[in-house]
């Protein structure tokens, strides 16, 4: 292991540098940490979703794909589950639930202005958690927070990513794609007029756009009677 301490910068810090593991995984399109991780479930509506953790060096390897991991944490927690598979499996499920919970807390927000109190407790609960155990470091700009390496600590950086979401990000900028398909993806929509729609034109975008076209095309035919 590189280094015994392991330090996390700001929301999403320096991506990992290690090979993609999963080059087949849609690019990370929700610009704020905590989003990529709740869209890693995708067609909630689905009889069977589309979950792209399956294990918790998926976990990992997600979450560090979105920024919010270093290639050295990376490792040390790759370590840590394959010493611990069953502690690293009981931790995927929990993270899972926290995903889950940010989920339904960020999509009711963006399109109903409603927030479940029992998932907000959820994510309040493993902050505090991930708090308890980090210890605040001197540095500058600003100072971090540093954690033992820890299989918790994918949980307790989703929890805190979304609470600085909630209470300090730009919180009138999350949006659920507007795909009829019901991807579902949340984002921070960064556009200057605040006009974006889609978790992204490859996505979800085109698909749309040429079926608008095929609805154009077809109301212009005339009708046979
Ligand atoms: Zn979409």
Known sequence: MADATTQVAGTTSEAAALPDPHPDWPEPVGGWLCLDVANSLEGRHKDVPDDRLRTYADLVHWV???????????????????????????????AA????????????????????????????????EGLRHARLVPGAPTFTWAWEPDLRLVRWLVARSAVELATAGPLARVKACASEEGCQYLFVDTSKNGSRRWCSMAHCGNQAKARALTERRRARRPTAR
Do not use: I
Request: hydrophobic share 45%; charged share 25%.
């Open 64 to 94: 560090a794909r979105a920024g919010g991991l270093t290639a050295d944490q990376v490792a040390a927690l790759l370590a840590l589950a394959a010493d611990d598979p069953n502690g690293a499996r009981r931790e995927l499920r929990r």
């Open 97 to 128: 639930d926290v995903r889950d919970a940010v989920f339904r807390t960020f999509h009711g927000l963006a399109t109903a202005g409603r927030t479940d109190p029992a998932d907000l407790a959820v994510v309040q609960e493993s902050h505090a």
